[in-house]
Every structure is written in structure tokens, then in C-alpha cells.
């Protein structure tokens, strides 16, 4: 018999979930995204959330989890099952809501997706660690901003719509998780054409305090005190500043550094390189952890 190769945190009341899914943004005619559909129970309350008019497409990574919801799902004509690793499946192709319980060792990778304006939902509900919800919800959820959130942030909105107790879940995680709501701004806070330049703009001033060494090669001390009025507070990391001042900061640059911006270009690469053996050693390190619980 084949074994799960993918451990997961499977929700095992079907009401809780019932409610989640039916109190969720969710439309009749919608089309919905379930990320790790695993053994179904929430794919059955998506397909009834949308209605014959709608579609779920369910995509499971796992070979023998996959085999389980065919046999399981077989009369839902409008569930869509796809085996397949998310990360790979062409995301954009039309408009789509998400609602997903995700392994969490995958989080990043599909919140990163999750959160490109150009490919990402209308709106999401994605079950993950309150720790990452917060890392990505930033000052909307009342927490220190991030560089995931700064990247966000600008053309989504989060809120955390239902805070989960361990025992609702099998295995039980040893960790606090949340269901985090992220919605497209009606109004976005940049435009989309500046998103590239935005973007490395993150990364490259992300890695120096206000005021100090990458911030210096775009700002002088004039700019810095126009800045602090705009909310900069200067000899502090990204983690202190407001989301509004550093976004004031990009459009600054932009409008009158303009020059100074052309050799920041592939910093966001850069720093992707950089932290990419960090993120394979917590993936395995979250795996391992997963798997004794």
C-alpha cells in the first residue's frame, strides 16, 4: 500500500468546516481553487458553496490521497480533481477564488503565489501558522511588517476571519493556526507597472535601518527629513517603519531619484538566491517535525 508522501494537518469536523466554507465570500457561479484537497472535506463543501453554475478545481500533490478523492468524489460532476504539485499548476488563466488547507511546508512557495497581484486570487482563505498569517498580513492584522508583506500588502487586504483549536485537527500541530483572509484593494497602494522596480526597492533597502547604508544610496539627508515626515523613522529596520511611509518612500525615490533606482534592478532576485538554502533547511526541519507529532 502506498503511503501519504506528503503529511498534512487534516480538519476532521465536517460541520466547523460547513460553516467556515458557506460564511466564506464564496458565489454560485464561482470558480474556487482548493490547494491540498487531501481527503476531501472541503472540496464537498465547496462544491456545494458553488452550485451547479460553478466549478472547484481541487488539486492534491499526494499519488494515493489523489487515488482516494476519485473514488470518494466521483458523483460531484463540477469538482475538477487534478494531481499535481500546486506550485507547478498555471495560475492566472481566469478570474478564481482559493480556499485551502495547505501542508505547511509548502506555505511559502504558495502564498508567494497566492499574493501576485498578476496571478493571484480575487479573494482567499487559506488555512495556515498564525505565525505566517501574520507575516504576511502585516500591519492589517496588527503585526510588524514584513518584506512578504511590504510585497503584498500593496494590492491586498488580510484579515483573520476564524482562529483554529489544535484538537481540530488530525495530526494534532503543535503550533496555532488561523484561517487568513486576503482580498484584492478596489484601490490598490501602487501600480502595477512600478511593481518590478517596487520590489527590488524592498529588497535592496530592506537589509540596512532608515537612514543608514543601502538607504543612503538613494536618499540624501534632505530626502530623509522630507521622509520622516511622512512617517520614516529613521534608525530603524523595516520591521518599525508603517506600510504607508515606506511606500511613500518608493514613490519618492521614483519621482525625484529616478537615477538612483537604475542599479537596485535584480535585488529581489539577488535576495531570493540568498535565502533559498535557508528556506530547504526549515522545509525539511518542518517536515520532520510534522511527521513525529
Given at each position: 500500500?502506498?503511503?501519504?508522501?506528503?503529511?498534512?494537518?487534516?480538519?476532521?469536523?465536517?460541520?466547523?468546516?460547513?460553516?467556515?466554507?458557506?460564511?466564506?465570500?464564496?458565489?454560485?457561479?464561482?470558480?474556487?481553487?482548493?490547494?491540498?484537497?487531501?481527503?476531501?472535506?472541503?472540496?464537498?463543501?465547496?462544491?456545494?458553496?458553488?452550485?451547479?453554475?460553478?466549478?472547484?478545481?481541487?488539486?492534491e500533490?499526494?499519488?494515493?490521497?489523489?487515488?482516494?478523492?476519485?473514488?470518494?468524489?466521483?458523483?460531484l460532476?463540477?469538482?475538477?480533481?487534478?494531481?499535481?504539485?500546486?506550485?507547478n499548476?498555471?495560475?492566472?488563466?481566469?478570474?478564481?477564488?482559493?480556499?485551502?488547507?495547505v501542508?505547511?511546508?509548502?506555505?511559502?512557495d504558495?502564498?508567494n503565489?497566492?499574493?501576485?497581484?498578476?496571478?493571484?486570487?480575487?479573494?482567499g482563505?487559506?488555512?495556515l501558522q498564525k505565525?505566517?498569517?501574520?507575516?504576511?498580513?502585516?500591519?492589517?492584522?496588527?503585526?510588524?511588517?514584513?518584506v512578504?508583506?511590504l510585497?503584498?500588502?500593496p494590492?491586498?487586504?488580510?484579515?483573520?476571519?476564524?482562529s483554529f483549536?489544535?484538537?481540530?485537527?488530525?495530526?494534532?500541530p503543535?503550533?496555532?493556526?488561523?484561517?487568513?483572509k486576503?482580498?484584492?484593494?478596489?484601490?490598490?497602494?501602487?501600480t502595477?507597472?512600478?511593481?518590478?522596480?517596487?520590489?527590488?526597492?524592498?529588497?535592496?533597502?530592506?537589509q540596512?535601518?532608515?537612514?543608514?547604508?543601502?538607504?543612503?544610496?538613494?536618499?540624501?539627508?534632505?530626502?530623509?527629513?522630507?521622509?520622516?515626515?511622512?512617517?520614516?523613522?529613521?534608525?530603524?529596520?523595516?520591521?518599525?517603519?508603517?506600510?504607508?511611509a515606506?511606500?511613500?518612500?518608493?514613490?519618492?525615490?521614483?519621482k525625484?531619484n529616478s537615477?538612483?533606482?537604475?542599479?537596485?534592478?535584480?535585488?529581489?532576485?539577488?535576495?531570493?538566491?540568498?535565502?533559498?538554502?535557508?528556506?530547504?533547511?526549515?522545509?525539511?526541519r518542518?517536515?520532520?517535525?510534522w511527521?513525529?507529532?
Amino acid at each position: 500500500m502506498k503511503q501519504i508522501k506528503y503529511t498534512q494537518n487534516f480538519l476532521k469536523d465536517a460541520n466547523l468546516v460547513k460553516k467556515l466554507v458557506q460564511n466564506a465570500s464564496i458565489e454560485k457561479n464561482d470558480t474556487v481553487i482548493e490547494i491540498g484537497s487531501g481527503k476531501g472535506i472541503i472540496t464537498k463543501c465547496l462544491a456545494d458553496k458553488v452550485g451547479h453554475s460553478g466549478k472547484v478545481i481541487a488539486l492534491e500533490i499526494d499519488d494515493k490521497l489523489f487515488e482516494t478523492l476519485k473514488t470518494n468524489l466521483t458523483s460531484l460532476v463540477r469538482v475538477k480533481l487534478i494531481n499535481i504539485d500546486a506550485r507547478n499548476y498555471d495560475w492566472g488563466k481566469e478570474k478564481y477564488k482559493v480556499f485551502s488547507n495547505v501542508p505547511f511546508m509548502f506555505t511559502s512557495d504558495l502564498m508567494n503565489i497566492l499574493t501576485n497581484v498578476s496571478i493571484g486570487p480575487e479573494i482567499g482563505y487559506v488555512i495556515l501558522q498564525k505565525e505566517s498569517a501574520l507575516m504576511y498580513g502585516g500591519s492589517d492584522l496588527d503585526s510588524r511588517i514584513s518584506v512578504k508583506s511590504l510585497l503584498a500588502s500593496p494590492y491586498y487586504s488580510f484579515s483573520i476571519v476564524h482562529s483554529f483549536s489544535k484538537s481540530d485537527f488530525t495530526p494534532t500541530p503543535s503550533v496555532d493556526s488561523v484561517l487568513l483572509k486576503f482580498e484584492k484593494r478596489e484601490n490598490p497602494l501602487l501600480t502595477l507597472k512600478n511593481y518590478d522596480l517596487y520590489k527590488d526597492f524592498i529588497a535592496f533597502i530592506s537589509q540596512d535601518r532608515v537612514g543608514e547604508g543601502k538607504w543612503k544610496k538613494i536618499f540624501s539627508k534632505s530626502d530623509l527629513s522630507i521622509l520622516t515626515n511622512k512617517g520614516l523613522i529613521l534608525g530603524k529596520g523595516i520591521k518599525s517603519q508603517d506600510l504607508t511611509a515606506i511606500i511613500s518612500s518608493f514613490n519618492y525615490a521614483s519621482k525625484y531619484n529616478s537615477n538612483k533606482l537604475k542599479f537596485i534592478e535584480g535585488s529581489m532576485k539577488k535576495l531570493h538566491s540568498q535565502q533559498s538554502v535557508i528556506i530547504k533547511q526549515n522545509r525539511t526541519r518542518k517536515a520532520t517535525n510534522w511527521k513525529n507529532t
